[in-house]
Each structure stands twice: as structure tokens, then as C-alpha cells.
């Protein structure tokens, strides 16, 4: 049983990749850069999105596409900014999926005006497990890791922070508050992923908003200079 | 595409049951309560769950199944406990699975003294989604939710809400440091769950700890009360 178990699971994450080379074709034919947004619940990645993209980004046409199990909570607060926001709900037909893969971001495309964004963020689904297992066709990917979650997150999801070329330490602002150990922290992230990009941030306070925007502009363009060669 | 894999999962939750119930039956026959304990990675069950068991429940023998991706971090602070602790890891032949089913429970059992274990707490995988589809054989479910994750949870993540029949609301020394609208965040949990028990508790301070080993014990208590029926 387990080995059929596994042989599903192969044969899902094979057409899994399919999908995400056809969206990756499609962003590259838009010259899209995007960048799939990771994190636990409630540990920030709205937040700092809203933080991101509250001026604009050096001339970058930022679109969002929000995966949540249910509702619109988040898009609604994104559409605030006045960016173009897709929602895609996972719950239809189960209890609802645990994640974004190729195929639901797919589905979604359609919603967006592809050829108006130069950048666009996939809000997926908050869970540090199944996100990290499913490429949609990024270009990279970003994880917030609130300090409130205690220090040895890296070591219990490992797959997730070693994924990632960039981790957001949020809610740096509680610290003062918290039995949280930074160092030890830092030192598991590089043990599950040595020398990962890795920026203390504040959604609360705006702290290392800042390089999060640069963050975002750098993939941009590293995109089109790829589109150049 | 999506009907086949709406029946996929449909069959799966069809063979988890069916291993729930054996699960149960065992459980019944060693007279013993269990206890599925779920929250998003990082809110504090095991916390909360050391604090629960540092001294004694009413003479109750307690036993632990730590679920866990990868690793054991979570069992080894529990074992200094002196309490029966065995370790499921998720991740053999994937990623890691983000929950714990009836089976991999199953597969679990053989490892602790079941004629020795009055109560036997399950600390499922950091997930707010797919814990709450698959039932162990639980006699009762409780969720921890830290008011560091937002007040809208309830309403993203509404199954796992609605499934657990007390909610610890966690980290409640740090209220003064966030803009978290308590009242507002009960207002969701009653949308979702009307009237479900809930606790304010910290495991920084120990606050609520008192009714949450209560609680702990009257799962125990009504397990022996229906055994005598």
C-alpha cells in the first residue's frame, strides 16, 4: 500500500511539472517575472505585500494572485492598493486543498491581464509543508518565518526554508517579547539552507521593507535581462 | 480531471475511516481517551502540551504521539517529561505528508504501552487544513490558535475551526504588543463554530493552563463514565 501510495504521488508532482513548464512559457512569453510567496498561516505574507507594494515598485506593473482555502479576506485588503488581484479558492470538492499547484494556477491565469504585469506574486496558501513540493513556474520564491513561531522551524520543515532563495524574518518588532533565540534561529536556516538571502523585517513597523522591495525588483530584473540574452 | 481526483480523494477518506474505527476499537478496549491536538506550525501545542503535563492530571497516566515532518524536537522536550512518547515522522518517500492519517496513527500505536495510558494526546503536523479532514479515532478534538496569526483564521481555515471541540487561544501575553481584535476574532470563531469552548492561554506565563488540564482531564473522565455504560 505504500508503494502504490508512492507511485501516485510521483506520477501527480511528473504532471505537476508538465503544468508548470506550460505557465513558465507563458510568463516567459509575457516577460512576467514571479515570484510564489510561501509561509505558515498568519505569520505575514499579506502583510507585507500590502508593505511592498504601497508606492510603486521603480516602475514595475505588479499583479497578485491570492490562493486561500476560502473567502477573499486578503484580496480584498491587496485590492485596496489598487493592483490587480486574482483569488483562487482551493476549497471546492474536498475540505479544501492545502496548497497551489501548476494546474489551479493555471486556472487562474485568465483572470489576470497577463500582458499589463511585469511582475506577479502568487499569495499561496498558508502551510509550510505541500506549497514547497508544487513549482507553479516561478521565477523564485520567498517565505516568511514569524519569529513568534519559535526557533527551530527550519529544522521542522526543512523542504520549505531549503526551497526558497529568500527568507523574511517577520514580526522582528516582538522580539523584545518573545523567548526567541535569533542566533539559533539563523543557525538552523543554514543548516537546512547555507547562506539562503535573508532579511528582518516588520510588517508592523515597515522595518526591512525597504530590501523587501529590492528584493522584488531584483527578480524583475534579472527576468528581463534573461529575455535580453 | 478534477472529477477523477475529487473521487481519488473521496476513496481516501472512505479507507481513512475505515482505519479510524479499528484505531477507536483498539482505543476502547484499553479504556483509553484520546486527544487529536492541531494548530498551525508554531502556535504552542507542544508548549502548551509541556505545560499541561508538568505535574500530574488527577492521577490520569498520559501518553504522547508527536507528529512531526521530519526530526524530533518536539518528543525530545517531552520526554523530559516521563511521559510515553513516540515520534511519527511524515517524510519517508516524499516531501513529507502534512498531516496525520488514521493509518500512519495506526502504524504508530505498537510503539506505546497502550494497557499503561489512560489519555493519549496525538500532536498532529503544523497544518491548519488537512489535519482536519482525517480523523485518528479521536475521542475529542482541540485546535491551538495564536493571536499573533490574525483574527481572520477562523474564517480562512473555517473546517479546522469547526471541527474541534475547544480552541486554546494562544499567546495571550502578547495582546498588548499587537493590533489584534480579540472580540472581533471571537465574533469569527462563533461564525464558524457557534459557542465552541475556548480558553485564553499563554504558555510564556501559564495563564489558562489550569482549565486547559481540566479540560485534558474531563476528556479522560467521560471516556471512563461511557466505558461503564
Redesign the interface.
Known sequence: M?RT??R??EHALDANNTIARANRADFDRHQLAVVNLMS????GKTSLLERALAAPLDGLRVGVLEG????S?DSDRLAALHVPVAQLNTDP??????HLDA?MVRSALPALPLPDIDLLVIEN??????P??FRVGEDARAMVC?V???E??P?????MFRSCELVLIN?I??LA???FDLDRFLHYLDQVNPGVERLLVSA?TGQGVAPWREWLQGVAQRNREAALL
Do not use: I, W
Open positions: 505504500h501510495k508512492v501516485v504521488v505558515a498561516p498568519g505569520a486561500d482555502v476560502q473567502g479576506y470538492g474536498f475540505g479544501g486543498e492545502c494546474n496558501v498558508g502551510n509550510l509543508v505541500c514547497a513540493e514569524s513568534t513561531e519559535g527551530d522551524e529544522m521542522k520543515y526543512p523542504l514580526k518588532d516582538l517579547h518573545l523567548d508592523r
